[in-house]
């Protein structure tokens, strides 16, 4: 058809390399400017230009890393700590958070610690400060509404999201929490260990 | 009852630089979102990397909020020319209207999944023709399932008659195929025995739009963004079309507009409003038209009608009466007039009856709907008390939970309040329908409505009532077409049995190798009073096609032909092709053209979509998405009508379309636009200017300001009110799944979702029965009401419940449906809410088989039920699926 747009192909692009992969920086800039701009919301996001997601490039990953974020006895009911993972690249901010409730990957004695990213897997609403201790749950997403459910991997609760919210797989060792892996794709990258 | 679980990816392939870009629109929801397709070949392995310059995007990875990322569930591998290409279906980020922000849902942003891949769980869509051959649907030729459909369908219509001949079918599926499957079933087989697949009869779904002169579909987008104050009646938009809440309502709200949303739940939409000073009015189900006159009722007492409006564009009472003697006496307007309910003389002829009304005088309006009378206040206010001496802008959108709970009554309520507060006609001050699915219906035969054997008082024919003709016996051959006809209408597990006597328990089964002696089995099945269904649909549906069809034609879909469709603000879109449909499977168009051909029919001599698109386009004249002056420049410029359509890309043109003397194509912003001015010399060449561009669609162009009486519903009211320990029982949409789920079955994170239905029901009503969420419940009824025959009557009062009741043409039948227990804060007490199309898990059943007495239409969202607890689901301990958690957090 020729309304189709259909680019001839010019060459045989390169497969990608690790060396090149910038999983870029983390952009607290972006996410707080997010939190807070409610009702502009509409116009300043399509204003937003983060050339800087591409200005450093960490070490390349090939497999999920074992991080200690922190320790079990320091966890208090409903109050999440922030943490970034898989690495210290855009959209790794992450959230550690003792639900008080068993929940679906839970970990410790009652199974109720969980870690999941910071953000919205629609489109990359920044989600840090929306928990809800009586709901259990992130959200709603400041960009379109989008709620998670804390108890249950993640999976979304009402909005848009393509998928859940990815969850951090965490294990126990004394009473040192670790990071181990990541389930679901982190927005904003196209791998979860290369950015 | 194992639930498949999803196993997310955490990585994705990103289409390269070169990759081909081809720009659609959503299938689903009435918004329909623009899209753009990137595909590439596997062959090679040249997916795009991670730096702008390396793939198709132009953009660096990680992208920003906001950017071209792409979710897993957004990449599939489709053959496309018969060679595998991945696919990579996102919004279209560049797009100016409806997704502004290249925003999308869950439902339209996974839509890659819908394609066909053997390797995920759209391995089973239809392939090849089939025949029920010793109770087995078997793979067939074409030709051999085409000619035995053909032969019994010619034969039904000789020996039975048209009627006998049922064409049920999707309104909406794209307009290539809605022609082709009208022109074949009205203007050839011309059947009475024809309806859609919402609806048991082939009638407006707003009777009350239609009587004031509202195009269900005049407003823009911006208007609803732009009005000061919006009631929202029985529909949250967020759940139900999201895109058209979150880029056009919610901003509208953040710039301050005071949104009233009246339903029985409160879901994100509706919390998100209250949080930004809006208001919720949680009624009781049915009672919306006692509100809407309340409100009413205080503004005219107070005096706050747009009263300048109303002398300009309300009818009088020669304006009123001027509709007698248009086309042919049996337009339902008439008789609705006729009947003396509803036609007044005007504003102060309408008001006096208003206030004499004792039950909508707020306190009693409040009381039955179980809600705060300060709210009927509160609304009233915001939609019409001047401030300053200034009127707000105000706005009213309607949907299913209001025009399917009492269909005449509610859309006439809602049309005069519309009327009064100057809704209708300009820029944010508008009223029309939000809508469900889209809108891709272009009729290419007329209704033979003189052929209905069916009447309402007096002489006047209403549309044939296709459930209670087939419950009756009298359909012998039936092509259902994209629908899930048993399902989807009220009181479906009578239906199914009624099917199943008719054919697979009709003595005569095939049960042959040849031919003419199969068509002679089929043949003999419909003299027998039986019947033969043939289904054509892109899966096999349980139990129309899978337990009851004789003959099933594969149909291909969305991305397989290249369609045209019109979404909620009449925007016309082209919908291209992108892959090879699967197997044998061939759009609607093509399976209608060749069984017409083979029955004798012409005119379906058809070589490709735009072919079928261009015949249309004349047809679309002077309706909303008239789209023939498209045609007419497409051939000027020497292209086809697909083409010129596919230059407008995702932006697409809003019908009516116009053409200026240079050749350039104007689209229509909103219809019955008062402020709108058109050329003085009048339409020139091929274009049409309608009455509904500037004008109502009345006889004068004028607002028909009507009454909306309580007692022609009251007595059904209250007879369905729940007695003992019922509940009443209501459905809708939910936003994580589109339709009967039809694509969201075959999504493992939707299935993970929402694996079962559920049954939403207040803490309250819960502990009463001991429930907790996660239990597995029975709803149940035995007081189910159906129509035995089709309406019973000769005096006007006749056709009411009561009437019905009293002649004993009323059958109370039994229904029972199982769900997941989610207990809720969000539901107000006393109500419990299903989605309204699990095919497994029908919620219809539980809704009275009754029509509205005077459009012919269901009240779905009627019903009452009990519930008991069977055991626990296996989603009450586990974690994977479900959520129990409210929809209501903001």
Redesign the interface.
């Known amino acids: 058809m020729s309304n189709q747009t259909r680019m001839p192909e010019t060459g045989a692009p390169q497969m990608p390399s690790k060396a090149d992969h910038p999983a870029g920086k983390c952009l607290m800039s972006r996410r707080k400017f997010l939190l807070s701009s409610g009702i502009a919301t509409s116009t300043v996001m399509v204003s937003m230009n983060t050339g800087a997601a591409a200005a450093k490039i960490p070490a390349t990953i090939s497999t999920y890393p074992r991080k200690k974020i922190g320790k079990l006895s320091a966890l208090k009911t409903d109050k999440p700590v922030s943490f970034e993972y898989p690495d210290e690249g855009a959209y790794a901010q992450s959230m550690l958070v003792k639900l008080g409730t068993e929940a679906g990957g839970g970990i410790g004695q009652q199974k109720d610690v969980v870690a999941f990213n910071y953000f919205c897997t629609h489109q990359g609403g920044d989600l840090s400060g929306t928990y809800k201790a009586d709901t259990k749950s992130l959200g709603a997403c400041p960009l379109h509404l989008s709620t998670y459910d804390l108890t249950r991997h993640g999976i979304l609760i009402s909005g848009q999201a393509y998928q859940s919210l990815p969850q951090v797989l965490l294990e126990l060792q004394g009473d040192d929490i670790y990071a181990v892996g990541v389930f679901g794709l982190i927005f904003g990258r196209y791998d979860n260990l290369q950015g | 009852m194992s639930t498949p679980y999803?196993i997310?990816?955490?990585?994705?392939?990103?289409p390269?630089?070169?990759?081909?870009?081809?720009?659609t629109a959503c299938d689903y929801c009435i918004v329909a979102c623009g899209y753009k397709v990137y595909r590439w070949p596997v062959a090679?392995?040249?997916?795009?990397?991670?730096?702008a310059g390396?793939n198709a995007f132009k953009a660096?990875?990680?992208?920003?909020?906001?950017?071209p990322?792409?979710?897993?569930?957004?990449h599939n591998i489709v053959l496309h020319d018969g060679k595998p290409h991945h696919v990579v279906i996102i919004p279209d980020k560049d797009t100016k209207f409806v997704n502004?922000?290249?925003?999308?849902?869950?439902r339209g942003?996974?839509i890659a999944q819908k394609c066909y891949n053997p390797q995920t769980p759209t391995r089973d869509r239809l392939k090849s023709p089939m025949m029920r051959i010793y109770g087995i649907l078997q793979p067939v030729p074409w030709d051999f399932a085409l000619d035995v459909a053909a032969e019994v369908g010619n034969y039904v219509r000789s020996a039975h008659g048209a009627n006998a001949f049922g064409v049920k079918t999707f309104s909406y599926q794209y307009i290539e195929n809605t022609y082709a499957i009208t022109k074949y079933a009205l203007r050839h087989v011309n059947t009475a025995n024809f309806t859609f697949h919402d609806t048991p009869s082939d009638v407006s779904s707003t009777p009350g739009f239609r009587d004031a002169g509202f195009d269900n579909f005049g407003p823009a987008y911006e208007d609803w963004m732009n009005a000061e104050t919006l009631l929202v009646c029985g529909t949250d938009p967020?759940?139900t079309k999201?895109i058209l809440w979150?880029?056009w309502i919610?901003?509208g709200i953040?710039?301050g507009q005071k949104c009233i949303m009246m339903n029985p739940r409160r879901?994100?939409g509706v919390a998100?409003a209250e949080k930004n000073g809006g208001l919720w009015l949680d009624i009781n189900l049915g009672t919306d038209l006692l509100v809407v006159n309340a409100i009413a009722r205080i503004i005219a007492e107070n005096g706050w009608q747009d009263a300048e409006w109303i002398k300009d564009w309300v009818n009088n009472k020669w304006g009123s009466s001027s509709g007698f003697g248009q086309g042919t006496r049996n337009t339902p307007w008439q008789w609705r007039t006729t009947w003396g309910k509803f036609q007044t003389k005007g504003y102060e002829d309408w008001k006096k009856w208003l206030l004499s009304q004792d039950e909508f005088k707020p306190e009693n309006a409040a009381k039955i709907a179980g809600i705060d009378v300060q709210k009927i206040r509160t609304a009233a206010e915001w939609m019409a008390k001047p401030n300053n001496g200034k009127r707000p802008k105000t706005s009213i959108m309607i949907e299913k939970g209001f025009y399917w709970s009492n269909n005449t009554g509610n859309t006439q309520a809602i049309s005069a309040l519309a009327i009064i507060v100057g809704a209708g006609g300009r820029p944010g001050q508008v009223v029309g329908r939000a809508g469900g699915h889209q809108r891709g219906g272009q009729r290419g035969g007329k209704y033979p409505r003189n052929k209905s054997p069916m009447k309402v008082p007096g002489r006047r024919r209403r549309a044939l009532d296709t459930d209670t003709w087939t419950m009756s016996g009298h359909t012998r051959f039936a092509h259902v077409i994209g629908t899930t006809w048993i399902q989807s209408m009220c009181g479906s597990q009578q239906l199914a049995k009624r099917f199943e006597e008719l054919t697979v328990a009709n003595p005569h089964q095939v049960r042959s190798y040849d031919k003419q002696d199969i068509i002679d089995t089929l043949k003999k099945r419909a003299d027998s009073g039986g019947m033969v269904v043939v289904n054509q649909d892109i899966y096999l549906v349980d139990p129309i096609g899978n337990r009851y069809a004789d003959i099933i034609f594969p149909a291909a879909t969305w991305g397989e032909d290249?369609f045209m469709r019109a979404n909620g603000e009449r925007r016309l879109r082209?919908y291209?092709?992108?892959y090879d449909a699967p197997g044998e499977a061939k759009p609607d168009w093509w399976i209608i053209a060749e069984l017409a051909k083979r029955m004798g029919f012409d005119g379906f001599d058809w070589k490709n979509s735009n072919d079928v698109a261009e015949e249309s386009a004349r047809f679309s004249r002077g309706s909303r998405k008239d789209f023939n002056m498209i045609k007419v420049a497409a051939h000027r410029e020497g292209?086809t009508l697909?083409?010129k359509?596919?230059?407008f890309?995702t932006n697409g043109i809003q019908g009516p379309v116009y053409m200026e003397d240079d050749g350039t194509l104007v689209g229509t912003k909103r219809l019955h636009d008062t402020t709108r001015k058109l050329p003085e010399t009048g339409p020139a060449a091929g274009n049409v200017f309608n009455k509904k561009l500037t004008h109502f669609n009345s006889q004068t162009g004028r607002c028909n300001l009507q009454k909306s009486p309580w007692s022609l519903f009251s007595d059904y009211w209250e007879w369905m009110t729940p007695k003992g320990n019922e509940l009443w029982c209501t459905s809708g949409r939910t936003?994580?799944r589109w339709q009967s789920g039809f694509d969201d079955r075959r999504r493992p994170?939707v299935v993970?979702?929402w694996p079962d239905n559920y049954v939403e029901m207040h803490p309250d009503d819960a502990a009463a029965r001991g429930i907790e969420n996660g239990d597995m419940l029975m709803v149940y009824s035995d007081r189910v009401p159906s129509l035995k025959e089709t309406t019973l009557g000769v005096e006007g009062s006749d056709y009411s419940f009561s009437g019905q009741m009293k002649a004993g043409n009323v059958e109370l039948t039994r229904a029972a449906v199982t769900g997941v227990a989610m207990v809720t804060r969000h539901i107000k007490k006393g109500i419990i809410f299903m989605d309204f199309l699990h095919t497994s898990q029908p919620a219809n059943s539980l809704e009275g088989r009754i029509v509205d007495w005077i459009s012919g239409n269901y009240n779905y969202k009627m019903g009452v039920a009990k519930v008991k607890k069977i055991g626990e689901s296996p989603y009450k301990n586990?974690?994977?699926?479900?959520?129990f958690?409210?929809?209501d957090?903001?």
Not at chain 2, 44 to 51: E, L, V
Not at chain 2, 60 to 67: C, E, I, K, S
Not at chain 2, 100 to 106: A, C, K, P, R, V
Not at chain 2, 878 to 883: A, E, G, I, P, V
Request: glycine share 12%; proline share 9%.
């Open positions: 999803y997310p990816e955490t990585d994705v392939p990103l390269p630089k070169g990759a081909d870009v081809i720009t090679g392995g040249r997916n795009g990397g991670p730096k390396d660096d990875f990680p992208v920003d909020p906001l950017g990322w792409v979710a897993p569930n957004q502004t922000d290249g925003d999308s849902s869950l942003g996974c967020y759940e999201t979150t880029q919610m901003k953040q710039n879901t994100a998100y290249t082209l291209n092709k992108f292209k697909h083409q359509l596919g230059e890309g936003n994580e994170y993970q979702r586990t974690f994977r699926s479900m959520s958690a409210p929809r957090i903001i």
